[in-house]
C-alpha cells in the first residue's frame, strides 16, 4: 500500500540538510543570512519556476510583516539574488547529492518506486549529456571549451543527468547528477564516458548486486563502461549499439546469421490505422570490439514497418547483457527504447516547460553555475515525487491539465496571499476550482 508524501516533511529534511553546507565567511559577514536561507531562496525560485518569486516575497514582508518564503520555504531571512550567489558559489554540486537520495528513499519506503521494476526485478537508470550554459565571455575555472572554425573560444558547462525510467510510465525521477569539468591531476578535457564512470563510483553503492538496468546511447556500448558495469559492479545495462562504431559485433552477427544462429521474431500489432510487422532478431554471444580480451554481450534488434507498404517506421539495436530469449527481447527491446525519456521527459522538459535549464541564473568563479543546476534539477524530482505520491498535488496537477496554467496560478496566488503553510496553499486551490474529493 502506498503512503503520502508531504510537501512540508521535503522542506524540513531539506532545512536541516542544508545547515552544514560549506560556509567559508567569517566574522560579521556570517551573520545576517545563513546557508541554509541561500539554498533555501535558489530552491524556491527553481520549485516556483518564478525568477521573481523572491523579489515578491520581499514585498509581502514589508507589509506583512511575513511571507511565503518563510511560511512554504521556511526561510529565516530572504537574501537578495547576489547574497544568494555569494552564499551558493563556494557550495559544491556533490553536497546537494543526498537530499536527491533522500527523496528516493522517501518514494521508496511510501511504496511508489516497486511500480518502476522491470525486467529480473531492476530498476532502469537511463543516462545521457546535457549542455546547460554555453557562452563566449562568460567563464569559471569548471568550464570546458572548444574553439570554432573561426578560432572564437566556446565556454560551456555540461553534466550527465541520470534519470529512473519505466517504459509507457510518463514520470521520470531525476538522480544526482555529474557535471562535466576540468578533472585535477588531469591533462585531458572531462568527457561524458570519464563522467559516467565517476557516477557509477560514486553512487553504486546504493543498489545490490544485479538490481539496475542502465540505459545508454551508443556512446556508452564501449567495452570499459560495459565490463565495468558487467563485472566490476554486477548490474545489467542495454545500450544502442550501431553498425558504424561495432563493425566486430556486426560481423559476428552475419556470420552467426549464416549458421542459424540468429533468431527472427515476428509480431503484427494495429496502432490505432494500420497493422505493423515488429520483427526481432536476437542473438547470444557476440564481442564488443576484436580481440582476445573482448568482452561479450547479447545482441538484439527492432524493425518496425507497415504491414501493408513496407514501409520503415522503426529500426534500432542493442547490446545487453541480459539473457536473450524469444520470450523476453520484446521487453528487452521496450526497456532499450525507453532510453528516449532522459531527453524528451527530463532534458526537453528542463529546457522547455518553465525550469529555464539554460537560463543564466548566475555563474560565479567557483560552483555556481553547477550547484544552481543541480537544485534545479532538485525541484524537478521534489515536483515529480509530489505528482506521483501527494493526493493534493496530483489532484491540482491533473485538474489544471497544462502545466504552464498550473505554475501561474502558484505564482499568482503566493504573490498576493500569505499561506500558513503547503495544505492552506493546496487546500485553498482545491476549494477554489471547486474540485470534488475525497482524502486518501
Known amino acids: ?110 511504496g511508489h518506486l516497486d511500480s518502476y521494476r522491470c525486467l529480473e526485478g531492476t530498476l532502469l537508470i537511463a543516462m545521457d549529456g546535457v549542455t546547460y550554459h554555453t557562452s563566449t565571455q562568460i567563464h569559471c575555472e569548471h568550464c570546458q571549451q572548444r574553439r570554432d572554425s573561426q578560432g572564437t573560444v ?69 567495452q570499459p563502461l560495459c565490463a565495468l558495469i558487467d563485472q566490476t559492479y554486477q548490474q545489467y545495462f542495454i545500450f544502442v549499439c550501431k553498425p558504424d562504431s561495432h563493425v566486430t559485433l556486426y560481423q559476428e552477427v552475419a556470420l552467426l546469421e549464416k549458421t542459424g544462429g540468429v533468431t527472427t521474431h515476428q509480431v503484427r500489432r494495429w496502432n490505432g490505422r494500420h497493422h505493423e510487422l515488429w520483427t526481432y532478431r536476437l542473438a547470444s554471444r557476440v ?61 526537453n522538459v528542463l529546457k522547455n516547460q518553465g525550469y529555464h535549464l539554460e537560463h543564466n541564473f548566475g555563474h560565479g568563479a567557483l560552483y555556481l553555475a553547477n550547484t544552481l543546476f543541480t537544485l534545479n534539477l532538485l525541484a524537478f524530482l521534489v515536483h515529480t515525487t509530489l505528482h506521483i505520491a501527494n493526493h493534493e498535488y496530483r489532484l491540482l496537477r491533473e485538474t489544471l491539465a497544462v502545466r504552464r496554467t498550473f505554475f501561474h496560478d502558484f505564482r499568482a496566488l503566493t504573490r498576493y496571499l500569505l499561506f500558513d503553510n503547503w495544505q492552506h496553499l493546496f487546500d485553498f486551490m482545491i476549494d477554489g476550482l471547486e474540485i470534488q474529493h475525497s482524502p486518501p
Not at 174 to 203: F, N
Not at 308 to 334: C, D, E, M, Q, R
Request: hydrophobic share 40%; glycine share 4%.
Open 1 to 110: 500500500m502506498t503512503k503520502q508524501i508531504k510537501m512540508g516533511r521535503i522542506i524540513e529534511r531539506l532545512r536541516a540538510s542544508w545547515l552544514t553546507l560549506t560556509d567559508v565567511r567569517k566574522g560579521n559577514n556570517s551573520q545576517k543570512y545563513t546557508m541554509t536561507d541561500g539554498a533555501l531562496a535558489a530552491f524556491s525560485v527553481f520549485f516556483m519556476q518564478a525568477a521573481s518569486f523572491l523579489a515578491f516575497q520581499r514585498d509581502m514582508e514589508q507589509k506583512k510583516q511575513n511571507s511565503n518564503a518563510k511560511t512554504l520555504f521556511e526561510m529565516a531571512q530572504i537574501p537578495s539574488d547576489q547574497q544568494i550567489r555569494n552564499l551558493l558559489d563556494p557550495v559544491a554540486p556533490t553536497e546537494i547529492h543526498a537530499d536527491y537520495w533522500w527523496v528516493i528513499d522517501e518514494l521508496a519506503a511510501a
Open 154 to 222: 566556446h565556454y560551456y558547462h555540461s553534466a550527465i543527468a541520470p534519470v529512473i525510467v519505466k517504459p509507457d510510465c510518463p514520470h521520470v525521477l531525476s538522480l544526482p547528477p555529474e557535471c562535466i569539468v576540468p578533472q585535477d591531476g588531469h591533462e585531458k578535457q572531462d568527457c561524458e564516458r570519464t563522467a559516467v564512470k565517476r557516477w557509477l563510483q560514486q553512487h553504486r553503492a546504493r543498489f545490490a548486486p544485479r538490481s539496475v538496468t542502465y540505459l545508454g546511447d551508443d556512446l556508452y556500448a564501449n
Open 287 to 347: 564481442p564488443l570490439r576484436a580481440g582476445n580480451d573482448a568482452l561479450y554481450g547479447n545482441w538484439c534488434e527492432l524493425h518496425i514497418t507497415h504491414a501493408k507498404t513496407g514501409a520503415s517506421i522503426y529500426h534500432n539495436a542493442w547490446v545487453t547483457n541480459h539473457a536473450l530469449s524469444v520470450a523476453n527481447v520484446a521487453v528487452v527491446s521496450s526497456m532499450g527504447r525507453t532510453r528516449w525519456k532522459v531527453e524528451n521527459e527530463n532534458i
